[in-house]
């Protein structure tokens, strides 16, 4: 199994300091430098190649690659150049722990934005958790702290991802984000391990997010909101159904909640 490298503190972050570790509110989100905390939660830019490999290397010993690059796997080089390519922006996910411990947990990866003919800017989002991390008391709060994060952080207006239909957890997943997703699949779109099927086309833009947010603005700290205005649905608060979005595959200048396949067990591994 391929272990998570030792990160305590979060070092390789710049600007974390971790002596305010065990100060921070449960149910507010701190942003601070560009690096959001929830509790135990962190989701912060990604910049180290060797958690970019170290990624590569988990989800495929997992098999959550399977479902993010449900395609086509790219290949450690590939993989790697994907995430250094200029113009996309890496998030990783991390818990926090009282002994000051930090796992690494997951991570987004936002592709190069298309600049519309307004001015607008949209880009492809992907998103993947660990199993050992795949359940909803874990993935839903830090999916939602990223998406906090690129509307805030990531000049982007509008998020779009493509689900295979084989993978109907993740549709519900980012269904309980707030994302809008065609009526039914577009056919004969993509493959799901080597077979042809249909997707399910997600988006989600700054305004739909905000009136969908749970961070509340906190007038007395202008840095800070509060966690809790819409938290998951009570149908979804359970159990988790996304681990990974799924990402098609990837063109140059694009945890175990359900199984592998994406199925209604846990939380699915993905691209949105």
Known sequence: MVESPPISPLGFISGYDSSESGCRLELMLDKNEGIYTLGRFVVAPLLSVDLYATAYLRMKQEKVLDVLYYERDPGLPKFLGIMSTPGVTNIGCFVKH????????????IGVPIVLPNGQKKAEISVAFFKDWQRRSVTFPLAQMMIEWTFDRA??????GTTPERNPAMVK?????????TAEPVPHFTCWQGELCGAVLSWLDAERWRLRSPFIPDSESLGTTVYGRKQFGREHAESDHSA???RREPVPPDGPEP???GTDAHCPPGSL
């Open 98 to 109: 009282e002994d000051g411990r930090v796992d690494f947990v997951g991570l987004g990866h």
């Open 155 to 160: 000049d982007i207006d509008f998020l779009f």
């Open 173 to 181: 997943f980012l269904k309980a984000l707030g994302f809008g997703h």
């Open 244 to 246: 990974a979005v799924g």
């Open 259 to 261: 199984t592998p396949a």
